[in-house]
């Protein structure tokens, strides 16, 4: 099964701030990487589809990029409903997860 | 509006079996893929089987042999049959509807919870 590495594991950020997160494929998945958010208590919600498509409704402080094995989820603007775990997710093969990049406030 | 309802967890025995369902609304299990990811309390997502649009099952190796996924068109709605139940399944179970296409997961239940404990 491809592998997907998220990093960093956890994140302190403030409101307001730009934050980057990370996610590695260990093979190539073209762009069938995809990005959830989930708080506590509450299913995963998808913000990103095919590495950069932002779902309806998302806000668009929230972006994508990457193909191939590296790819990126940028929040511009922190917000404090942002605060949350984020997951990515391919769906090149047998689909996977990453271990999730928990943001907490600062 | 679409909707996808879980039902059927519970505390079960290891060895144990128990049928999850999910009911869906706003959309045709019949012309749409159907998936189940699962989390363990405090752990990050796993995806456990997929139902394609034409009745196509496919599982991950932790469940395969064990986990039977399959739907009643006529009620909407799709299962999840989980025989020799371990601890290690212990999760909460989620239904999504998964993007033929792309593979994304557009639209997810509010999960129900499996515990397996002795």
């Known amino acids: 099964d491809i592998q997907m590495t998220q990093s960093p594991s956890s994140l302190s950020a403030s409101v307001g701030d730009r934050v980057t997160l990370t996610c590695r494929a260990s093979?190539?998945?073209?762009?069938?990487l995809h990005w959830y958010q989930q708080k506590p208590g509450e299913a995963p919600k998808l913000l990103i589809y095919?590495?950069?498509n932002l779902q309806s409704g998302v806000p668009s402080r929230f972006s994508g990029s990457g193909s191939g094995t590296d790819f990126t989820l940028t929040i511009s603007s922190l917000q404090p409903e942002d605060f949350a775990t984020y997951y990515c997710h391919q769906s090149s093969s047998t689909h996977t997860f990453g271990q999730g990049t928990k943001l907490e406030i600062k | 509006e679409v909707q996808l309802v879980e039902s059927g967890g519970g505390v079960i025995q290891p060895g144990g079996s128990l049928r999850l369902t999910c009911v869906v609304s706003?959309?045709?299990?019949?012309?749409?893929?159907v998936t189940w990811v699962r989390q363990a309390p405090g752990k990050g997502l796993e995806w456990v089987a997929v139902i394609y649009k034409d009745g196509t099952t496919y599982y991950a190796d932790s469940v395969k042999g064990r986990f039977t996924v399959s739907r009643d068109t006529s009620t909407n709605t799709v299962f999840i049959q989980m025989k020799s139940l371990r601890v290690e399944d212990t999760a909460m179970y989620y239904c999504?509807?998964?993007?033929?296409?792309?593979?994304?997961?557009?639209?997810w239940g509010q999960g129900t919870l499996v515990t397996v404990t002795s």
């Open positions: 095919e590495a950069s």
């Open positions: 999504a509807r998964e993007v033929g296409v792309t593979g994304n997961l557009d639209y």
């Open positions: 706003g959309f045709s299990v019949s012309s749409n893929y």
């Open positions: 093979q190539s998945i073209g762009n069938y």
